[in-house]
Every structure is written in C-alpha cells, then in structure tokens.
C-alpha cells in the first residue's frame, strides 16, 4: 500500500484538522469530536441542514460547508458511521433556533444513528426534521442497506435543501423540497478497481486485470454484474440507460446531469464518459439544463465512475442556480 498518511488510526483526525487549516474562515471541528461545522454558525434565522457518514468519500460531507449548502457535517471512520452521540451534538450546534434537516443517505448505521441522534437532541428542544436519500437503481437491500443505497444523487439534495434554507424556508418547506428532489434523481455507478482503505491496506474486493463491476456501492458493495472491460461509451451507455428507465422521464423534460469520479479515474477520463452520456440523454428526447462532472462522492483511490440524473421543474432550477460558497463547490 502507498499512501500520503501517516498511522493509519489517526487518517480521520487527519484529514479533518488538515480541512480546517485549509479553511480556517469557514469550518470549525467541535472539540473532542469529529464533527465540522461553519465558522460563522450557527446562522441566525435560518435552517440549518447537515449531513454525515463514513470518511472516504470526499469531498462528500464536509467539503460541502458553507453558504447556500451545509451547516455541519460528522464523520465517521472510514466507511463506518458516525455515532449517535457525534450526530447529535453537531445538530445540537447548527441549530439556531429554526430546526435542522439532516440529511441521510440510506446505510443502516447512518439511518439508526441519526434517528438516535434527533430523537436526543429533540429532548433538548431542538427541531429535527430527516430525509433519506435511496437514488441508487442497482441493486435493492444490498451488503448495508434495507431498500436502495443513497449515493451521488445525494449532492443534488444538499444543494437544493441548503439553497431552500438560505432564502429563508421553514423546516417544513426545507424538508419538502428535500424529498421532491429524492424522488426524482437516480443514480448508478460502476468500478474499474477496487479501494484500499488505510487501516487494511488491501483491496476491499477482487476484481480481474480485464473485469470491471457494474453497479457497484460507494464501500465497494457489490453491484448488478461483474463482466468483461467495457469501452467508456459502452459503460455510459449502460449506466445512463438504467438511470433514466428507472426515473421513467418523458420527452422534452429538463434534467442536470451528473458525472461523478469514484476517486482515482482522471478527470479527462469523466470527460469522455460525458460526452456518449450527453448522446444518451439528447436520444431520449430530454434537454439537459446542466451538467456536473468531478468527483463529488468518491470511494477513496477506486477508479470509476457514478452517473446521475435529476429530474428538474422550476423551484429545482432556481435552487440548484442558487448561489453556494463551499470548499468543494462554488457557483
């Protein structure tokens, strides 16, 4: 294994206090914990929305604090949840007296945790409100979730529950706009290798010198096929595929589209894959109002790549072109 870390037990800690001294007008980690919340929060009268899990999946959460997306994120160890007593006081801390909307992608640990979590800060008079982000169509009740894996959509979902909260929606109106955009992004994602996560030092699953692993998790779960090397345009071809039967769009919708980096793939390589995604798309009829590619939701050093779609009417568009100020995103 070469990795740029130091003990293996101390990557987290880390990683987190390297963010904050990148960022230092921006997050702050609550002591004790591994919490990141902003610098400048809690933000009187407003809604605070926050999300967490495992580390490894960077720049997902904390590089998404900040103006017009999050106002903490928790993270657990890598590929591991973030316990009930860490969720708990970062909503505790984000919350200037108007709720919170946390904001969980569906593992089992996030789901429990979190609902551990509200239920004890909601003893201490705080407003809790959740969603549960389901967008992967791969596979369903898969290594560590009942029902689908909330994966990459989720992005999509901090953007537009945190632009609704900066123009000054109600916990209700937040958590509304929330769940429309859950119900209409899917995603769907696929590996060329394996990750090797730092305290293992080896790769998380087997994969041939010329397979690839179709519909793979973001902890290396494993997906719908495991086959032959596809080309860039048969991969996308297949993912997009999948993505839009599942969301059953209809001729002439808008969509923003997103193609995400699984960590390790160049970015000229996510380039290439969008251009027969783009082909897809525009061969259903659709109209693509924007698209996204980067690594958003990564699986530490794997090579690969996740394709998701977001169906759009008018209040997505203006929350998604809302402004936001982030680490890892700015418009």
């Known amino acids: 294994m070469k990795k740029l870390i130091n003990d293996p037990s101390d990557y987290v800690d880390e990683m987190l206090d390297g963010m904050v001294a990148a960022y230092p007008d921006r997050v702050r980690r609550l002591d004790g914990t591994k919490v990141l919340v902003r610098a400048d929060g809690p933000v009187e009268g407003k809604v605070a929305v926050v999300s967490g899990g495992g580390s490894g999946h960077e720049p997902t959460h904390a590089g998404f604090i900040g103006d017009g ?54 003893m201490e008079d705080v407003d809790v409100a959740q969603v549960v982000v389901n967008d992967d169509v791969a596979v369903e009740d898969s290594l560590y979730t009942s029902g689908r894996r909330g994966v990459a959509g989720t992005i999509f979902v901090h953007k537009i529950a945190g632009a609704k909260a900066a123009e000054g929606g109600s916990l209700e109106e937040v958590r509304d706009v929330a769940e429309k955009a859950i119900d209409n992004v899917r995603t769907m994602g696929m590996a060329l290798t394996s990750c090797i996560t730092p305290e293992k030092g080896e790769e998380t699953f087997d994969l041939g010198d010329d397979e690839i692993e179709l519909g ?79 690594d958003y939701m990564t699986s530490l050093d794997m090579e690969g790549c996740s394709i998701t779609v977001l169906r759009l009417d008018d209040e997505l568009k203006g929350l998604l072109e809302a402004d936001v100020d982030t680490p890892a995103l700015k418009r």
Request: aromatic share 4%; glycine share 10%; proline share 2%.
């Open 216 to 294: 793979i998790g973001i902890h290396g779960e494993p997906g719908t096929e495991r086959t032959d090397h596809m080309s860039a345009d048969e991969v996308a071809e297949h993912l997009t595929t999948n993505v839009l039967d599942d969301l059953a769009v209809e001729d002439g919708e808008e969509v923003v589209v997103m193609v995400n980096g699984m960590g390790g793939t160049p970015l000229s390589e996510l380039f290439i894959v969008n251009k027969k995604v783009q082909d897809v798309v525009s061969d259903r009829g659709l109209d693509v109002w924007d698209t996204w590619v980067g």
């Open 69 to 122: 997306m999050l106002d903490g994120a928790a993270a657990g160890e890598v590929f591991t949840s973030p316990t009930a007593n860490e969720l708990d006081e970062m909503v505790r801390a984000a919350d200037a007296g108007e709720g919170v909307l946390c904001v969980v992608k569906n593992y089992e640990g996030d789901v429990m945790n979190f609902d551990t979590a509200a239920e004890m800060a909601e």
